[in-house]
């Protein structure tokens, strides 16, 4: 039984590892600002949610009584993420942050005419 | 904006903040009731104002089946997106998609709006102004139309019929 339990919570470690390593993976090497968001949203929280349901079942067997503080950790992982992302993926869009040229659709958000306000000065390279 | 009403403007929060804290700090004793009661009274009273009212949930078993689907969503999400990233000799193509809306309140669409973004490969990127519709960036899109379909069959209509019909 015993085996079991911790056979369950290496396999839940380290599926979490490596989803949370592809998370990082992913915002290091792909191409742009918009799609490296992908990563850090999904990847990782799914990471974490492997990590922590992992925790959960090792205190549970240690300490014998189930301890649901992680499932609120992950609660609050789930509705902030979203949210953060959806604030980052705006700012990048407010400074035209630019794209691959593979991406489709024009929003207008990115065309110059458009947007109502003038864009604010990018911290690297200024209005150029 | 929900209006002011005495000392407790948005009872279920207060007994949910109440609840959350006594979780947190994994101790039921009087003083702790004491102080997170304090908490869950003097917090609503300072963010009512920053609060849409919420609208009623119309089918409350919808709603939870929606939570479940939502959550199976997620793990296939991030084994679709892992796989996209950790594969080299795949080509992504990004797509930016213009979602219309059909959802009218702001609380729903906040709602859908988080569900894209935990869901398969898309973040919603910004919603616009007069709330008709939602800018969705898509990590690797073959046919833009099927997405629009899926997110409106899949969650959208889902939301609606919870919420606002």
Redesign the interface.
């Known amino acids: 039984m015993q085996l079991v339990i911790e056979a369950i919570i290496s396999l839940l470690l380290i599926a979490g590892g490596v989803f949370v390593f592809i998370g990082s993976l992913g915002m290091a090497h792909l191409r742009d600002f918009y799609m490296r968001l992908h990563g850090p949203t999904k990847a990782t929280t799914l990471g974490i949610g492997c990590m922590l349901i992992a925790s959960m079942v090792y205190f549970w067997s240690v300490e014998g009584k189930p301890d649901i503080q992680e499932m609120l950790i992950t609660l609050f992982l789930f509705i902030t993420a979203p949210v953060s992302a959806h604030l980052l993926a705006k700012t990048g869009l407010h400074l035209q942050l630019p794209h691959i040229d593979t991406t489709e659709g024009k929003p207008v958000e990115l065309r110059d005419e458009e947007v109502g306000d003038k864009p604010v000065p990018h911290p690297d390279r200024g209005h150029g | 904006m929900i209006t002011p009403r005495s000392w407790l403007p948005t009872p279920v929060l207060s007994i949910l903040l109440l609840i ?1 804290w006594l ?2 700090v ?1 101790s039921y004793a009087f003083g702790q009731f004491v102080l997170g009661g304090t908490l869950a009274i003097v917090i609503p009273l300072l963010t009512y104002r920053f609060w849409d009212a919420r609208p009623r949930i119309k089918k409350p078993f919808k709603l939870l089946r929606y939570g479940l689907r939502v959550l199976g969503d ?2 296939t ?2 084994f679709e ?2 796989y996209l ?2 594969n080299p000799w795949r ?8 979602y219309p809306l059909i959802l009218e309140e702001r609380f729903t669409i906040t709602l859908l ?6 869901t398969p ?1 898309t ?4 919603l616009r102004m007069d709330g008709k519709s939602l ?1 969705i ?1 898509a ?1 690797n ?1 073959d046919d ?1 139309e099927a997405l629009i379909e899926q997110i409106r069959e899949r969650y959208e209509r889902p939301l609606k019929e919870i919420y606002e019909c």
């Not at chain 2, 080509?91 to 213009?98: A, D, G, Q, R, W």
């Not at chain 2, 709006?113 to 935990?118: D, F, G, N, R």
Request: avoid cysteine.
């Open positions: 959350v979780l947190l994994r997620i793990v999400a991030n997106v892992a990233i950790s080509t992504l193509k990004p797509h930016f998609i213009e709006a988080s569900t894209i973004s935990l490969g973040v919603s990127a910004n800018l960036h990590l899109v833009e």
